[in-house]
C-alpha cells in the first residue's frame, strides 16, 4: 500500500504569528519570497473579524505549511494599513515574493476561504492539500479497480481522517467495503455519512451499489431464469429476476436490456419495478458508463414516444 504522508504538518506556531508595522517587511514581504503568506487585517473592535480570524487560522492549518498566516492589527499598524489601502476590516491579502496577488473583503463562507487559499497555493507554484487528497483518492480508486479493495479502504479512511467532508472519499469507502463483501460495514458509513454530503452524486452512487449488492446476494441462476424467460416472454418477474442475475454477475449491459425490455412489455408492472430498478443500475454506473448511457437514451425514447 502506498505512503500518503497526509499527516505531516508544520507545528500551528509556525504557521500563525502576529506582526507589528517594525516586523511587517520580515515576517511578510521578506517571507512571501519562499513562502505565501496570508495576511489578516483586523481589530480588536471588529465582529466580523472574530468569527473570520479562527476559520482562516483552521484553513492555513489544513493547508500544512503550503501557506502561512499574519495577523495585523490595524489600530497598532495604521501607517501599514495605509500604504494598503485598507478601507475596510475585516480585508485579507495573500503575498508571494513580496506583492500582493489575492485578497478578499469581509466574512466569506469556510468553502471561499479554502478555495482562496488553494488559489494562492497553486499560483506560487505548490499543491494544495485538496489537490493532494484528490490525488489519494484517485489512487484509492486505481486499489479498487485492481481488486485491492483491503488497500482501498484503508486509503480511503486516511484520506477521510484528514477531511470527514470528502465525498468521493467517502462514496469510495463505501465502495471497498462492498467489495469485500461487507455489505453491513458499508451500509453503517452510508448512515453516519455527514449531512452535507449525503446527497451527493458519489454517496447516491454508493447507496445504489449497496442496494445492487444486496439484490445479488438473492439473485437466481442465470441459466434457469433465461429459460424461465424465453419459455414465456410474458413472465415479467422471471425477466427482472434475470435483470437483476445478470447485473450480480457482472453483466450490466444485458440486464440493462432486459430491464428496458421489461418496461417496453409492461411499464406499469410492480408499480414501475423496471424504471426503478433501472434508475438504480444508472445511478450506480459512472455518469460517463456507455451502459448508462445507451440506456438512459432508451429509456427516455421510450417514455417520450
Not at 485579507?92 to 466569506?108: C, E, L, N, R, T
Not at 484528514?162 to 460495514?185: C, F, K, N, S, T
Not at 449491459?253 to 426503478?276: I, M, Y
Request: glycine share 6%; proline share 5%; net charge negative.
Amino acid at each position: 500500500m502506498m505512503d500518503l504522508n497526509l499527516s505531516a504538518a508544520a507545528p500551528a506556531d509556525d504557521l500563525i504569528k502576529d506582526t507589528t508595522e517594525a516586523n511587517f517587511m520580515a515576517d511578510v514581504v521578506e517571507a512571501s519570497q519562499t513562502t505565501p503568506i496570508i495576511v489578516d487585517f483586523w481589530a480588536p473592535w471588529c465582529g466580523p473579524c472574530k468569527t473570520l480570524g479562527p476559520q482562516l487560522e483552521a484553513a492555513v492549518t489544513a493547508a500544512k505549511g503550503a501557506v502561512k498566516m499574519v495577523k495585523v492589527n490595524v489600530d497598532e499598524a495604521q501607517m501599514i494599513a495605509g500604504q494598503l489601502q485598507i478601507q475596510s476590516i475585516p480585508t485579507v491579502y495573500a503575498f508571494w515574493q513580496g506583492q500582493p496577488i489575492d485578497g478578499f473583503q469581509g466574512a466569506v463562507p469556510q468553502s471561499e476561504m479554502v478555495e482562496f487559499i488553494d488559489r494562492v497555493i497553486k499560483a506560487s507554484g505548490g499543491e494544495s492539500a485538496t489537490d493532494t487528497l484528490n490525488d489519494a483518492v484517485e489512487a484509492a480508486e486505481e486499489m479498487l479497480a485492481e481488486g485491492q479493495a483491503e488497500d482501498a479502504a484503508q486509503t480511503f479512511a486516511a484520506i477521510l481522517g484528514e477531511d470527514p467532508q470528502h465525498a468521493a472519499a467517502y462514496g469510495g469507502a463505501v465502495r471497498a467495503h462492498i467489495a469485500l463483501g461487507d455489505l453491513d460495514q458499508a451500509e453503517g458509513l452510508l448512515n453516519g455519512a455527514p449531512i452535507e454530503i449525503s446527497t451527493t452524486p458519489e454517496l447516491e452512487a454508493a447507496h445504489a451499489q449497496l442496494e445492487l449488492a444486496r439484490q445479488a446476494a438473492d439473485a437466481g441462476p442465470v441459466a434457469e431464469l433465461t429459460a424461465a424467460v424465453e419459455a414465456n416472454p410474458d413472465d415479467h418477474q422471471a425477466r427482472f429476476d434475470l435483470a437483476q442475475a445478470l447485473y450480480a454477475n457482472g453483466d450490466a449491459e444485458a440486464g440493462v436490456e432486459q430491464l428496458l425490455e421489461l418496461f417496453k412489455r409492461d411499464r406499469e408492472w410492480n408499480d414501475g419495478a423496471a424504471k426503478a430498478q433501472l434508475f438504480t443500475i444508472f445511478d450506480a454506473l459512472k455518469p460517463n458508463d456507455p451502459v448508462a448511457l445507451n440506456g438512459r437514451r432508451k429509456l427516455s425514447s421510450m417514455i417520450f414516444a
